[in-house]
C-alpha cells in the first residue's frame, strides 16, 4: 500500500495497520494512513522514554529556537495547512486560515514561555529553624507525555498538547483523530526542521484498541485528552498513577441581559453558534435573552442564522458546511425532532441533507431535553427568556458541564453577579463562550475537564514542582 506514513523514531515509517481518511463534504479518499499497532506503540513508547532524557539536557535557548522554528515553518505553509484542515475536517476554508494562525501564535507563545518557565523563591528564614537557609522551587519536566487530540481542530489542538510538552523539556506522543490525522502528519513534517531532537514529538495514529497498554504503562507520566466526557472520565480511572489533564465538552450559554449592545450580541451570538456548524466544545448552545429583548433579539438571530452560506468548506464565501459525516448529522437531527415532538418549537433551520445539516433554533425546551442538557455539538442553538439576570444565572448554571459562559451586559452589577456566580471556567463579558486566546488558561468545572490547558498552565500540568532548600 502506498499510505502515508507515520512518525516513529523520528523517521517516516509504515506501520501494521491502516485505515482510510475521506473528505467529508466530496466523500472523495485523500489518503491511506498507517496506524500502529500494539508492538508499535510499545516501540514509540520506549523511544519517547530515552527522548525524554535528551530534552531534559536542553536549555531553555535550545527549546525556544526549536519553537520558533515551529512557528515560522507552520507559516511559511500555512496555505497547506488551512487546505489541509478544510478538506479533511470540512472546516469552512476561512474559519481552517483562522485556526492556522492560532496555531502560528500557540507555538510562538511556547517559544517565550520557555525562556521564562522558571520556579520561585521561598522565604524559609521566616522562622527561626530557617535561620540560615535559603530556599527555591523548579519545574521539572514528568518525561512522556502521552497526547490524545480530536478532529475538530485538528492543528491547533494538537498544538496545545505538542507546543507546552515540548516548552516544559518533555517528549510525546500524539495519537491524531483518525478523522483528521493529516494535518497533525504535517506539523510533524514541520517538527522535523525544527532542530529538536526528533524523537521528541512522534505522531502515532493508532486503533483505540491498542491504548489499553499505554494507560498502565509506568513509562507514561502523563495523559492529555481532548474529547468527550464519557471517554474523558474513562480514560482518567484507567489511568491510575498517571497525571491527566482532561479538556472535554459542554452547552455553553450566553446570557443576554436588557442593558445589552444589541447588534453585538446577535453577531458575536450567531457567529459562536453556527462557526463550523457548532463543532466546538466552546459552541453557544444555550441562550437565555431579557424579556424585554426576547421577541426582537430572537426574530433577527433566526433571520442571521437562516442566512448563512452553505457548501463547500472549500469556498472561501461559505459559513456553513457539512458536519464531519452523515452519522453525527444524522444524531443531531434525531435529537432536534426528539425535542419538537416533545413540544419544542423550531424558529428556524431543522432540515438535514446527508451531513449538511442546517443552522437550527428552537425555544420552548425544558432542562429534561438533550438539546438542552446534553452537548449537542452541532449547529442548534436554544434561546429561552428571562426576567431577573440572578434567574438566567441559575439557568446558565443548571448542566453538569461548565466550560465557559458568555454575558453580554453593561450593567456593571450585573458582570460582577456573573463573575461570582457562575460555576464555569472561563466566564466571558460581552462576548461569547466561544472566545479564545491561546494563552490564556482554559478548562472547565464539573463534567467538563480536569486541569488547564493555555500555555503556561499547561506547562504547569506538564511538569513537577520541585523544592531545593541549601543550608548555607
Request: aromatic residues 8%; hydrophobic residues 40%; charged residues 25%.
Amino acid at each position: 500500500m502506498n499510505g502515508k506514513k507515520i512518525l516513529l523514531g523520528g523517521e517516516w515509517r509504515a506501520a501494521a495497520e491502516s485505515f482510510t481518511v475521506r473528505a467529508p463534504y466530496s466523500g472523495e479518499t485523500l489518503a491511506e494512513v498507517f496506524s500502529a499497532d500494539a508492538r508499535e506503540n510499545e516501540e514509540a513508547v520506549a523511544i519517547a522514554e530515552e527522548a525524554a532524557l535528551e530534552m531534559r539536557e536542553l536549555s531553555r535557548f535550545e527549546l525556544a529556537r526549536g519553537l520558533r522554528r515551529i512557528a515560522d515553518g507552520i507559516e511559511r505553509r500555512q496555505g497547506e495547512f488551512a487546505a489541509t484542515i478544510a478538506r479533511e475536517s470540512a472546516k469552512p476554508i476561512k474559519t481552517a486560515i483562522g485556526e492556522v494562525m492560532r496555531g502560528i501564535a500557540t507555538f510562538a507563545w511556547a517559544a517565550g514561555e520557555a525562556e521564562r518557565f522558571a520556579g520561585e523563591i521561598v522565604p524559609v528564614d521566616t522562622i527561626a529553624t530557617g535561620r540560615g537557609k535559603t530556599a527555591h522551587t523548579r519545574r521539572v519536566p514528568r518525561g512522556v507525555v502521552y497526547g490524545i487530540t480530536p478532529f475538530n481542530f485538528p492543528l491547533n489542538l494538537v498544538g496545545h498538547k505538542v507546543a507546552p510538552a515540548l516548552a516544559a523539556g518533555n517528549s510525546i506522543i500524539v495519537k491524531p483523530s483518525p478523522r483528521t490525522p493529516l494535518t497533525a502528519l504535517l506539523l510533524g513534517e514541520v517538527f522535523l526542521e525544527s532542530g529538536l531532537p526528533k524523537t521528541a514529538l512522534q505522531i502515532v495514529p493508532t486503533d483505540t484498541k491498542h491504548l489499553e497498554p499505554i494507560y498502565s504503562d509506568e513509562r507514561v507520566k502523563m495523559i492529555s485528552f481532548t474529547g468527550s466526557a464519557d471517554v474523558g472520565w474513562q480514560i482518567k480511572s484507567k489511568a491510575q498513577k498517571k497525571f491527566v489533564t482532561l479538556e472535554l465538552g459542554g452547552n455553553a450559554p450566553v446570557i443576554v441581559d436588557q442593558s445589552a449592545d444589541f447588534n453585538r450580541s446577535l453577531r458575536q451570538t450567531v457567529t459562536g453558534a453556527f462557526a463550523y456548524s457548532g463543532q466546538v466544545c466552546i459552541s453557544v448552545q444555550r441562550v437565555y435573552v431579557h424579556e424585554r429583548l426576547f421577541d426582537r433579539w430572537t426574530e433577527r438571530f433566526v433571520e442571521l442564522a437562516g442566512g448563512l452560506k452553505k457548501g463547500d468548506p472549500l469556498d472561501e464565501t461559505v459559513e456553513l458546511s457539512v458536519m464531519i459525516d452523515e452519522a453525527a448529522a444524522a444524531r443531531v437531527s434525531g435529537w432536534i425532532n426528539e425535542a419538537h415532538e416533545n413540544g419544542a418549537q423550531v424558529l428556524g433551520g431543522g432540515g438535514r441533507q446527508g451531513a449538511m445539516l442546517d443552522a437550527t433554533v428552537l425555544t420552548g425546551t425544558t432542562p429534561e431535553m438533550r438539546v438542552v442538557s446534553e452537548e449537542v455539538f452541532g449547529p442548534v442553538a436554544v434561546v429561552e427568556k428571562f426576567s431577573d439576570f440572578a434567574e438566567a444565572v441559575y439557568l446558565a448554571n443548571n448542566t453538569k458541564y461548565g466550560l465557559q459562559a458568555g454575558v453580554f451586559t453593561n450593567d456593571l452589577r450585573n458582570m460582577h453577579f456573573a463573575a461570582d456566580n457562575l460555576d464555569y471556567g472561563g466566564v466571558v463579558i460581552n462576548d461569547v463562550p466561544t472566545f479564545r486566546v491561546d494563552n490564556m488558561p482554559y478548562g472547565g468545572t464539573k463534567d467538563s475537564g480536569f486541569g488547564r490547558e493555555g500555555i503556561r498552565y499547561a506547562m504547569e500540568e506538564m511538569s513537577e514542582l520541585r523544592l531545593i532548600v541549601v543550608n548555607s
